[in-house]
């Protein structure tokens, strides 16, 4: 017998939740770190979209964990995008359900021509600013945390809110475990009918769809300069 209620973990690739809906949705010129999503405020949003989509009988969801994994920038070349992280790590973690992982962003250094990379007087490498910095490994830990959680006793439905296809591999190990019902999310405007969904291999999964009022409504709106 379906439960009537399930216990979901959504796993929140944030770099890629929080640029795709900026990409999708602003277009005003607003700063990208100036329409943050609030993990807390997304997850209810999504969960609400979800349970309104549902038809009747099927069971609705409730939250008990959202998992984000986001990269941190460097204290030395970027001080004040470290310290705003940290900040909104804080904040965001006030609530014991929202956890909030942390992954050093990679950067790009100059070399001379000896091969060896340049440093300043303080001897630090010196920064090439013409490359943005990289996140490395967050989708790994992403792909690790569908998959964990799936598998946790007391998890009903695990929401992986992606858009990025490297992903689709975990996704699939999920699904093949059949262990807790597994679901996806997107960004989605109507007027462009812009999309990115994430998709496994083989099948299909039940997808909900955002927009911009629901990005709109999960913006995190506190300074955090």
Not at 102 to 110: E, N, Q
Request: glycine share 6%; aromatic share 8%.
């Amino acid at each position: 017998m379906e439960a009537t209620t399930l216990r979901a973990v959504i796993v929140v690739d944030y770099q890629n939740i929080h640029l795709t809906g900026h990409n999708f949705f602003e277009h005003d010129g607003t700063p990208r770190h100036h329409s943050l999503v609030h993990p807390l405020y997304y997850a209810r949003q999504l969960l609400e979209a979800r349970n309104l989509g549902q038809r009747p009988g099927f069971a609705q969801a409730e939250l008990h964990r959202v998992e984000v994994y986001r990269g941190l920038p460097s204290p030395v070349h970027e001080p004040n995008g470290y310290a705003r992280n940290l900040a909104q790590k804080e904040r965001w973690e006030s609530d014991p359900r929202v956890q909030v992982t942390l992954r050093p962003l990679t950067y790009r250094y100059l070399y001379g021509a000896d091969g060896r990379p340049i440093r300043d007087i303080d001897g630090l490498k010196v920064r090439d600013e013409s490359v943005p910095p990289q996140e490395k490994g967050v989708d790994v830990l992403c792909a690790l945390a569908l998959v964990r959680a799936s598998q946790e006793a007391g998890v009903d439905l695990v929401i992986m809110a992606s858009h990025d296809s490297d992903l689709v591999p975990a996704l699939d190990e999920a699904v093949r475990l059949r262990a807790a019902k597994v679901e996806t999310t997107s960004w989605y405007d109507p007027v462009t009918h812009r999309s990115q969904q994430l998709r496994p291999s083989a099948g299909t999964l039940w997808n909900t769809r955002l927009g911009r009022e629901q990005f709109i409504a999960a913006r995190d709106l506190t300074d955090y300069a």
